[in-house]
């Protein structure tokens, strides 16, 4: 069975959720959950998460640890700017929708940079067509837009793909 | 007063204050994207300081809150690209002060 490690991976997630939802140590809701999460899993092949277990190589835990702690300060820093803005008498404004090319190969990688892209200072995703991410800024960068949309784009896609590839 | 509880009144303050901010956001943001910034950025972390903050103050709910967390950061970006993009094929709410944009001119191209 060639999606073994994925119905694993997405039993064990189910579980967890399972668990934490439920919060009981009666042997009858554990083996009802157990049951339950290896069903879904078999039934979607594992689709929920994918092979987690490639993530289980140091360099590669290391990699999604680090990527977490990124995101975490970049969404702090986006809130500080949004709040800082929205205070002013008159809002600084500028805005613009840019296109930078995409380099990343995995749906899943994909989706998570888009993700990242909206949550982080000042830049939110539109539309992703084909390798190309569209990206709205609410205050353009100083200089050539592209060129500084691409090296934004690419903090993320550099650390995404040392995860995913 | 315990320090959990002091701790746990500066989260769901905090987090009520990004929130706060997040609807003025909303409210005086010229155009639709950008109503979209604070609309997607603050709700985030404003929900995930608050549930941080309830979390503290009943530390037995803090799993369910942790996996509400888990689910806010994943599907509130995505809604707001739903939103971005039917905004952005919907001619009559375009915004006319953009300064560039590449999307429409690829759209353009195609046709």
Known sequence: MKRKPAVVSTTVVLFGIWLSLTLSTDIQEIVLGFVVSLITAVATHGALTGNLFRLLTPAKFLATIGYVFFFLGQMVKANIDVFFRIFRPVIPIKPGIVKAKLTLKSERAKAILANSITLTPGTITIDIIKDEIFVHWVFLPAGDVHAETQIMVDSFAGRLEKIFE | ?111
Not at chain 2, 10 to 24: D, I, P, Q
Not at chain 2, 92 to 101: F, Q, T, W
């Open chain 2, 1 to 111: 007063m315990s320090f959990l509880d002091i701790l746990a009144h500066v989260f769901t303050g905090l987090g009520a204050l990004v929130l706060f901010a997040s609807g003025l956001g909303v409210f005086r943001m010229p155009d639709v994207f950008n109503k979209m910034h604070a609309g997607t950025k603050a709700t985030t972390l404003g929900s995930i300081l608050f549930l941080l903050g309830i979390g503290l103050f009943e530390p037995t709910w803090m799993p369910k809150l942790l996996l509400v967390v888990l689910f806010i950061v994943l599907t509130n970006p995505v809604s707001s690209h739903a939103l971005a993009r039917a905004a952005h094929n919907d001619a009559s709410e375009k915004p006319d002060n953009l300064i560039i944009d590449d999307l429409a001119d690829n759209k353009g191209g195609d046709k």
